[in-house]
């Protein structure tokens, strides 16, 4: 199996290499977690707590050392590494350690009337052994995150990092040790996905959760069909902002400015397309522009840098080649548009529209670019004119103006006169529709997306016979009917009739 070379992309400094698993070792990485799961399903819920806890204690023991392996991997500022990987992974345990009990512990549902004597029950158990795949943009928390909420359900875990985030997977895993987690819960394996991509799929796991592109997102949903494995997607982006010309300009030209530039723009729900309202269109460029200009870029050895490099080592073409094709149909750059090796500038586009890539395809890197609107419907018309929809943001002083478009975008998530807030708390769902995925965690819906959630009813048992057993006969069907009617019925007086019949098969007399 191939080599991984782990590097520095801001420095280039060699980070060490690391050797791929074979299928010989994959194979028996699962039977151990498919043993762990024996025992690890039948842990109470507070004490998969308490193992996760231990996670918790650890980094924030660790935050300034965890932080600059992070950058040093991704090439991303010091800021950005707590605020956006460490942060919301912390506060994912914070939530469930006080809310998980709640969410899994078994619920007693109503029952109907006409199941008197029963009691209904919902239980959430484990799914069994869950393969978590990850990509390298936010490696730490799209990782973390999901394996800590499978862990609690009390699922054990195959994780896969990205190939370009392999360095921060090894922090991972020797967080996990040095913590005193419990051994085998989590596996890593390490690996090209090209080499071990159907390995990790053939070996059967009870459930997948990717976070990647649309691309691998198809791939991956092609080959768990084969053994109806249940999968949920957290796929691409290509999340737009409209700005009405009642907005907050100067607040939303500095939202724009972070929520396109976070992570070198390579985020899943970073702005990608900016909708202005034609009578604030100038007032807008000039001040996105002005800021732009004073962004700061480079390798942050201080934690005083805004913005870092391009992570993902084919990301710099993808770029070059979409900003390439929006200049020949007439896009213009108002300022940036070079990469400097990993460094790709903060780049603004103006003059583009939907024919263009650049508003199409997920970008991925540090490019605003920013188009005009007239009306209400136009703009709304724009956003959804997609093939993603993640998340969205929307700025009017107008709330009626603001729930009415937020109604009728298509996105799994809407910030208004806010970028990105809508996955800023925790309790809220996260996911994509159309092609963004498919599937929601975060909160409760995570816990819920890695359970089987199990219908159970309960009763004595005392009675030889239910009514709707064997034999059918004439009366009996008639009693079935006046029943029915008295249930469904609007009118009073098929209720009343119906009466005597219900009673009689409540008690399930013959
Ligand atoms: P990617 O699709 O190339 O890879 C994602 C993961 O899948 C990696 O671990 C990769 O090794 C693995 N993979 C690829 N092919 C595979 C195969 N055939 N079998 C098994 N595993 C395979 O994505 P990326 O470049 O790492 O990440 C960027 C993408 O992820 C962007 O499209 C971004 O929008 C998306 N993303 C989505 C979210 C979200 O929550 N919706 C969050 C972050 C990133």
């Not at 006080?98 to 899994?104: M, R, S, T, V």
Request: with cysteine; glycine share 6%.
């Amino acid at each position: 199996m191939s080599n991984i070379k782990m590097i520095n992309p801001a420095t280039n400094e060699n980070l060490g290499i690391i050797e791929g698993f074979d299928k010989k070792k994959i194979k028996s990485e699962y039977e151990k977690a498919r043993k762990k799961l024996i025992t690890f399903k039948n842990t109470t819920i507070q004490e998969r707590i308490n193992e996760v806890k231990k996670i918790k204690k650890y980094i924030v023991e660790n935050l300034e050392y965890i932080v600059d392996e992070l950058s040093k991997d991704l090439g991303k500022t010091k800021s950005e590494a707590l605020l956006m990987e460490i942060f919301p992974v912390l506060d994912c345990i914070k939530y469930y350690e006080k809310n998980a009990y709640d969410i899994l512990r078994y619920k007693k549902i109503k029952t109907p009337i006409a199941l008197i004597g029963k009691k209904s029950y919902i239980f959430y158990n484990p799914v069994g052994v869950v393969l978590i795949i990850s990509p390298w943009n936010f490696p730490f928390t799209l990782s973390l995150i999901p394996i800590i909420t499978a862990v609690i359900a009390g699922n054990t875990v195959i994780y896969k990092p990205a190939e370009d985030a392999t360095y921060s997977a090894k922090i991972m895993e020797k967080i996990l040790i040095e913590s005193g987690f419990e051994k085998d819960v989590v596996t890593f394996i390490y690996g090209k996905s090209s080499e071990i991509g159907d390995e990790l799929i053939e070996e059967k796991p009870d459930k997948i959760f990717l976070t990647g592109s649309v691309k691998t997102g198809k791939i991956i949903m092609e080959k768990a069909a084969k053994y109806l494995i249940p999968i949920d997607l957290e796929l691409g982006g290509k999340d737009p902002m409209i700005v009405f010309e009642d907005a907050n300009i100067t607040r939303a030209a500095n939202a724009a400015t972070w929520g396109s530039l976070l992570n070198c723009g390579q985020a899943c729900v970073a702005l990608e397309r900016i909708y202005i309202q034609e009578k604030v269109y100038d007032d807008f460029l000039n001040r996105i522009l002005s800021n732009v200009k004073k962004v700061n870029q480079g390798w942050d050895t201080k934690g005083d840098v805004d913005i870092g490099c391009i992570t993902g080592s084919n990301q710099i073409k993808i770029i070059e080649d979409q900003i390439k094709e929006a200049q020949d149909k007439g896009a213009k750059i108002l300022i940036g548009g070079k990469a400097k090796g990993m460094f790709f500038e903060p780049t603004i586009l103006v003059n583009v529209d939907h024919s263009m890539e650049i508003m199409r395809e997920e970008t991925f890197g540090p490019v605003i670019s920013i188009m005009k609107f007239k009306t209400e419907d136009e703009a709304i018309h724009l956003a959804n004119d997609s093939n993603y929809g993640l998340n969205a943001s929307i700025w009017t002083k107008d709330k009626e103006k603001a729930m009415r478009v937020s109604k009728k975008i298509i996105s799994g998530g809407i910030a208004i006169n806010n970028a990105l807030t809508s996955s800023a708390n925790f309790a809220l769902p996260f996911g994509g529709t159309k092609q963004s995925g498919i599937g929601r965690y975060h909160g409760p819906y995570g816990l819920w997306a890695f359970s089987n959630i199990k219908a159970v009813m309960y009763e004595k048992g005392l009675k030889d016979q239910d009514i709707q057993w064997y034999p059918f006969r004439k009366d009996k069907y008639k009693r079935f009917l006046s029943t029915f009617k008295s249930i469904f019925s609007e009118r009073l007086i098929d209720k009343i009739k119906g009466l005597p019949y219900m009673i009689k098969i409540i008690r399930s007399e013959k």
